[in-house]
């Protein structure tokens, strides 16, 4: 399954666009068109307009795009007070991230938006394209001009189909703007919209006005009747005053266009051009699932602040992100936090930094969207805008940065500024203090003796081998139980039954026992580096020590955390989730499903198994793999799937505002009709069997998927009583 649906609506609109433009310039150049160029049949660039007014324009427009560039250029400048962010290599993967940009792609991952996006977009770069393409034949000499005969007549009905589209999509934004608006624009509509909107309208429709004006003056000659457009409209123009009057639109037009430039680097218009900027620079180094790399807090002595506070302690790139905001609020849209009414916001954390970030500039610069002139900003910290109430509502389950269509990294500036937060200011919610004094006193979160962490190995008939003990110096895997699955009741039968499917397919693992600490996970996603790095670091010491190359992890968080962070410490690891194993196991024969009863079961995406990382195929094969069984899906699935409401250490806290987020899925996964929740994360079977309970159903079990798949493949069901 793609992490992505990515339609292929653009490609099409951007390949109509661009074969009807370009080939019609092909054609003209090769002189394809029947009988010979007729010279007479051209347009005349500048004619009844003055000479003075001809200067005029050469002189202003030029001035306005040096204003244009600089406006941008001090924009720039705001983003260089960011600090350090290595964007470089990945270079074919920057190129089609850009293309994706600049066709629109991304943009038409949402048909309603991105049909009227495409339309103004193709019709006003088309548009300009032909402007260009004017001015290039009219300053070539008279043997070299290529605007003539029937190709000139076949560019001109390029240009006023282009003309139509553009004005068609201009009038869906405004009805989308002003008239039906969706939710997630509604708030964010400013009088720059207005202006913005105004503006591209003058421009297509003086551009339109000067056609139908200068063709009357010419005297409609008949080779004009290709512009469908202007040459009927032409017929209604009155005669005495034509040439006046198309000096008139041709001025107000060439107004409209100085206005484009001044509007386009000050309004949130300019993510024309940073948008597809953005999306090129979107690559970096790290993994996905992966948080910003810190230096050793152990060792470091120089550090004076951890996290985000200050403009500068963003980075240029997270900088740029607030001016790449197209505001379309889709982050908003799929926000469980903001869904179930917690007070974050994901577009409110990128427009409020950009804010910040715009009024503190030196000099100074106008917002990503301009805001009410009540609101004061006293210093260029980002609290003047952001509360924590936001920050800490946030689940971490990065629906916001995959839904965006610029690829703005909203979590990485959540994160980086609860790191603030909890290190340097020690704002946190109390439920969360209780977790760090027993991942920091007992080395898990659940504040339970280390020395019983493998006690759970007394329910199976086996040995199971523990490295580093009786003289057990190596396994092919080392099987990572975690902390749920070491000491919650629940997730140990996810445990039993995952040890009981290897030792059916025969493969070699070990665990750690007591050697095995918490991975820090969320101690790092609810920003407390330090305890985290206590944790990874003896971890990577004991792995490293007993020469561990493969890792099993049940655990989604475990998995992230180990196969994706670790490496940031010197532990690299290949790690595999169970769900990948067992999906192995079983294509492989070494497990082999029985045909079960017959039942529907729904799959629940662990965020950190599938946004985080794409693991969306593996989890659904093993369920599948069981004959009787049909597997339905959620309206929301895959990655748009909703989050469980654990993630970013939230199973640690108390979900008190709104509705709770396990209890929004769990009727989601109610809704579907099916017999069984089938989970692939310990946090997410916890939360939604505590939902389903909460809405009183008693019908649906969760289940983890090796708990389904063992029931399908070995003697008897495991159960948590076992």
Known sequence: MEP????????????????????????????????EPDAEVRREVF?????????????????????MFYLFSVRARNWQRGSADRRTGQWKRRVARFYQGVSMRTVMEDPGAGIMHAAIYYGFMLLFLGTVTLEIDHLLPADLKFLTGQFYQGFSAVLDAAALV????????????????PWRIRSKTRPEDMWILVTLSLIGLTGLATEVYRIAADGRPAFETWSFVGYPLSSLVAQSTVVGMFQVVWSIHILSFIAFLVVLPTTKLRHMVTSPVNLALSAHERP?????????????????????NLVSDFTWKQLLDTDACTVCGRCTAVCPANITGKPLDPRE???????????????????????????TVS???????????ELWACTSCRACDEICPVDIEIL??????????????????????????????????????????????DKVDFDIKILGQDEVEHADYLYWVGCAGSFDERNQAVTLSTVRLLDKAGVDFAILGPQELCTGDPARRSGNEYVFQQLALQNIETLNDLGVKRIITQCPHCFNTLSNEYSQFGGDYEVIHHSQLLMDLIQQGHLEPKAGADKKITYHDSCYLGRHNDIYLAPREVIASIGGVQVVEMERNGADGFCCGAGGAQFWMEDQTGKKVNVDRAQEAVATGADEVAVACPFCFVMLDDGVKEIGNETIAIKD????LAEATLDGATDPTD
């Open 288 to 308: 996905k699932g992966a948080m910003r790399e810190m230096p050793n807090l152990m060792e470091a002595t120089d550090i004076e602040s951890i996290g985000a």
């Open 705 to 708: 998927i090796s708990m389904i």
């Open 349 to 375: 954390i990128v427009l409020k930094l950009g804010e910040v970030a715009a009024r503190t500039a030196i000099p100074a610069v106008s917002a990503p969207v301009s805001v009410d002139s009540e609101i």
């Open 379 to 389: 210093a260029d910290s980002v609290f003047e805008r952001i509360s924590s109430e």
């Open 412 to 457: 990485d500036k959540i994160l980086d500024m609860r790191r603030y937060l909890s290190l340097m200011e020690a704002d946190f919610p109390s439920q969360l203090g209780k977790a760090y004094v027993s991942m920091e006193n007992s080395s898990n979160p659940y504040g339970m003796a280390q020395a019983q962490r493998a006690a759970w190995t």
């Open 4 to 35: 992505r649906r990515k339609p292929k609506m653009s490609d099409i609109f951007l390949g109509i666009g661009a074969s009807a433009f370009f080939g019609t310039l092909l054609l003209g150049w090769l002189g394809s068109f029947p009988g």
């Open 47 to 67: 004619g009844n307009i003055p000479l003075a007014l001809e200067v005029l324009f050469y002189v202003t427009v030029s001035a306005f795009l040096f204003v």
């Open 166 to 181: 553009y004005l068609g999509g201009l009038t869906l934004a405004f009805a989308r703007r002003y008239g039906t608006r």
